[in-house]
């Protein structure tokens, strides 16, 4: 008997560690204290400890109902009625009963010390009492606009947003037959500076199980790159396939992957980006809390695992490599940017009084500066929604925060503008996009139709709203912009003085730009990009390689990735 009852206790241990660990493989909780996910991952295990030491008991309970000696059952042969009756038996021979009183008072005691633990972790970490802590989660400086936002030439501006890069990445692997019926797009389009150029990257997803069973022993072909500028869209294919993505499943899965390999680091979503080579990478940025136990939650660092071969490292978020463009989450700035506006003299004051309160607008967009991607969005008054009080920039990789007080209308208001403008057109304006003009701030928005594309660009002062400068290509609008303004129409980005070249032609390529062939060409020993609108020459369409021209150009005093053509012949 007592062999009986030890597999009895080893087979529910067994049982209870096979769904633990299942639990655990489905929810991937940091073995963390600080982790919420870790808390409920022990209360739900320790249920499951119960719950199979219960059934291993009524089992043994039930099973020796009959057998234990005291209680018979049997039929009277003379009346057919059921009859109870009792049988003694040998002390030795009875099997012990297990009492559940224990293993309850135990199991029950320790979920309620967890609950308790989440209980006080939380009233520790509000607000009410760590207001001046959530205002410091974020450090603001004063910026000077002209000084810290080069003005740039509007051949650079980018004109894609997310919406339209997905479109863009639809049609591309729309057109690669040999892939559209097996993969799918993930919906990632992060957006990067590859190579000093604004760029949207996502990679590729299995369509179902049944083509990843297919083909996840060759891994994901390819990944989607769209130039934010051209609107060119490329799929880049790769010499080995990405083993490692969203859409895997078992180890191979990135979160799975990154949790065995890292068990004890918190963090939540993973995002794509490629490396100034072109390598696909997951990055996982960690979590930090550090407000109470687990509030005021910030980054510390992040797991970077390449898409091709799994090998994953962790940094420190001061050692973490350039090319890294988005290590921190918008949304997670946006929230600490509105605790640092609302707690600015106390918790008493963001309810009462509310002096110097402040909140972001309801939106932001990106802006590609020295090679990094800061966030742009706008901040006003609690007390009004009409306009703003100024605007913030945050570096999403190092986290630096300039604030710059330019009083204007909040975006909405822009956005309703350029609308205003083209009314009759019915187009939809997309989220702005803060630039330098002029040495004045200043929103450029994009316009679509119904269908999604873009038709027209606008230009509106920030702090004159009224002011619109619309048009079909970009030059167009920033002329009327300008006009609008009462501006002499002067070349942007500093010293534009006209400058002649002459060559041969190296290589050559076209794309559409705001409904217009653009040609892009390098000359043999030089590595500058030159630009050539349609418009120049009629003979553009014919240029090859090998042809000897002569142009004139203008470049920045800092000069930019795409030098524009002014004028050009064909000798």
């Given at each position: 008997?007592?062999?009986?009852?030890?597999?009895?206790?080893?087979?529910?241990?067994?049982?209870?560690?096979?769904?633990?660990?299942?639990?655990?493989?489905?929810?991937?909780?940091?073995?963390?204290?600080?982790?919420?996910?870790?808390?409920?991952?022990?209360?739900?295990?320790?249920?499951?400890?119960?719950?199979?030491n219960f059934i291993t008991y009524m089992k043994e309970f039930l099973s020796g109902l009959g057998s234990r000696g005291n209680v018979r059952v049997r039929q009277n042969p003379l009346t057919g009625q059921i009859q109870f009756e009792t049988e003694e038996?040998?002390?030795?021979?009875?099997?012990?009963?297990?009492?559940?009183?224990r293993p309850l008072k135990i199991g029950f005691g320790f979920i309620g010390i967890l609950i308790a633990l989440m209980v006080v972790a939380t009233i520790i970490g509000i607000p009410f009492f760590n207001a001046t802590r959530y205002r410091d989660l974020?450090?603001?400086?004063?910026?000077?606009?002209?000084?810290?936002?080069?003005?740039?030439?509007?051949?650079?501006?980018?004109?894609?947003?997310?919406?339209?890069?997905?479109?863009?990445?639809?049609?591309?692997?729309?057109?690669?037959?040999?892939?559209?019926?097996?993969?799918?797009?993930?919906?990632?389009?992060?957006?990067?500076?590859?190579?000093?150029?604004?760029?949207?990257?996502?990679?590729?997803?299995?369509?179902?199980?049944?083509?990843?069973?297919?083909?996840?022993?060759?891994?994901?072909?390819?990944?989607?790159?769209?130039?934010?500028?051209?609107?060119?869209?490329?799929?880049?294919?790769?010499?080995?396939?990405?083993?490692?993505?969203?859409?895997?499943?078992?180890?191979?899965?990135?979160?799975?992957?990154?949790?065995?390999?890292?068990?004890?680091?918190?963090?939540?979503?993973?995002?794509?980006?490629?490396?100034?080579?072109?390598?696909?990478?997951?990055?996982?940025?960690?979590?930090?809390?550090?407000?109470?136990?687990?509030?005021?939650?910030?980054?510390?660092?992040?797991?970077?695992?390449?898409?091709?071969?799994?090998?994953?490292?962790?940094?420190?978020?001061?050692?973490?490599?350039?090319?890294?463009?988005?290590?921190?989450?918008?949304?997670?700035?946006?929230?600490?940017?509105?605790?640092?506006?609302?707690?600015?003299?106390?918790?008493?004051?963001?309810?009462?009084?509310?002096?110097?309160?402040?909140?972001?607008?309801?939106?932001?967009?990106?802006?590609?500066?020295?090679?990094?991607?800061?966030?742009?969005?706008?901040?006003?008054?609690?007390?009004?929604?009409?306009?703003?009080?100024?605007?913030?920039?945050?570096?999403?990789?190092?986290?630096?925060?300039?604030?710059?007080?330019?009083?204007?209308?909040?975006?909405?208001?822009?956005?309703?503008?350029?609308?205003?403008?083209?009314?009759?057109?019915?187009?939809?304006?997309?989220?702005?996009?803060?630039?330098?003009?002029?040495?004045?701030?200043?929103?450029?928005?994009?316009?679509?139709?119904?269908?999604?594309?873009?038709?027209?660009?606008?230009?509106?002062?920030?702090?004159?709203?009224?002011?619109?400068?619309?048009?079909?290509?970009?030059?167009?609008?920033?002329?009327?912009?300008?006009?609008?303004?009462?501006?002499?129409?002067?070349?942007?980005?500093?010293?534009?003085?006209?400058?002649?070249?002459?060559?041969?032609?190296?290589?050559?390529?076209?794309?559409?730009?705001?409904?217009?062939?653009?040609?892009?060409?390098?000359?043999?020993?030089?590595?500058?990009?030159?630009?050539?609108?349609?418009?120049?020459?009629?003979?553009?369409?014919?240029?090859?390689?090998?042809?000897?021209?002569?142009?004139?150009?203008?470049?920045?005093?800092?000069?930019?990735?795409?030098?524009?053509?002014?004028?050009?012949?064909?000798?």
């Open positions: 008997m007592k062999k009986r009852s030890f597999f009895s206790v080893f087979g529910g241990i067994l049982v209870s560690a096979v769904i633990i660990f299942l639990l655990y493989y489905t929810m991937l909780p940091a073995i963390n204290l600080k982790s919420q996910d870790f808390i409920i991952f022990l209360i739900l295990s320790t249920l499951i400890i119960l719950t199979v038996r040998e002390p030795d021979e009875v099997t012990p009963r297990r009492s559940m009183a974020i450090q603001m400086e004063t910026g000077d606009f002209s000084a810290d936002v080069a003005e740039i030439s509007m051949n650079q501006i980018p004109v894609v947003d997310k919406d339209t890069a997905t479109r863009l990445g639809s049609r591309k692997l729309g057109e690669m037959t040999e892939l559209v019926s097996q993969f799918e797009i993930e919906n990632n389009y992060t957006q990067i500076n590859y190579n000093g150029i604004p760029y949207r990257v996502t990679p590729l997803s299995y369509a179902d199980p049944i083509k990843w069973l297919y083909n996840q022993k060759k891994g994901l072909p390819a990944y989607i790159t769209v130039n934010m500028v051209t609107q060119q869209t490329d799929l880049v294919w790769l010499e080995n396939g990405m083993k490692y993505s969203p859409s895997e499943y078992f180890f191979r899965n990135i979160y799975r992957h990154i949790r065995f390999l890292y068990p004890t680091k918190m963090f939540e979503e993973v995002s794509f980006e490629i490396d100034d080579e072109g390598t696909p990478y997951w990055v996982a940025p960690t979590i930090q809390y550090r407000i109470g136990w687990w509030s005021g939650k910030d980054i510390d660092g992040a797991i970077l695992v390449n898409a091709v071969t799994g090998e994953a490292n962790y940094y420190e978020k001061d050692q973490v490599p350039q090319w890294i463009d988005q290590l921190y989450d918008s949304d997670l700035i946006i929230s600490q940017l509105d605790d640092n506006g609302l707690f600015q003299n106390g918790y008493i004051n963001s309810i009462f009084g509310q002096k110097n309160v402040r909140r972001t607008t309801y939106g932001y967009n990106y802006l590609a500066l020295d090679d990094d991607v800061y966030l742009y969005t706008g901040m006003s008054s609690v007390t009004g929604d009409q306009s703003n009080i100024g605007f913030v920039l945050v570096n999403l990789r190092t986290k630096a925060t300039k604030f710059y007080a330019v009083p204007g209308a909040t975006e909405a208001s822009a956005m309703a503008s350029a609308q205003g403008q083209v009314q009759h057109l019915k187009y939809s304006a997309t989220f702005p996009l803060l630039l330098n003009v002029s040495d004045r701030p200043t929103y450029f928005i994009s316009l679509k139709d119904d269908a999604g594309l873009v038709k027209m660009y606008a230009f509106v002062d920030v702090e004159q709203y009224q002011i619109v400068g619309t048009g079909q290509t970009i030059d167009e609008a920033r002329k009327n912009y300008r006009t609008a303004l009462n501006l002499e129409d002067v070349e942007t980005g500093g010293s534009m003085d006209a400058l002649e070249k002459a060559g041969t032609v190296d290589a050559v390529a076209s794309v559409v730009v705001s409904g217009n062939t653009c040609y892009y060409f390098t000359l043999t020993g030089s590595d500058t990009v030159y630009a050539a609108m349609v418009t120049l020459n009629e003979n553009l369409p014919f240029l090859e390689s090998g042809d000897r021209i002569s142009f004139t150009y203008t470049e920045d005093e800092k000069p930019a990735a795409v030098a524009e053509i002014t004028e050009i012949k064909k000798q």
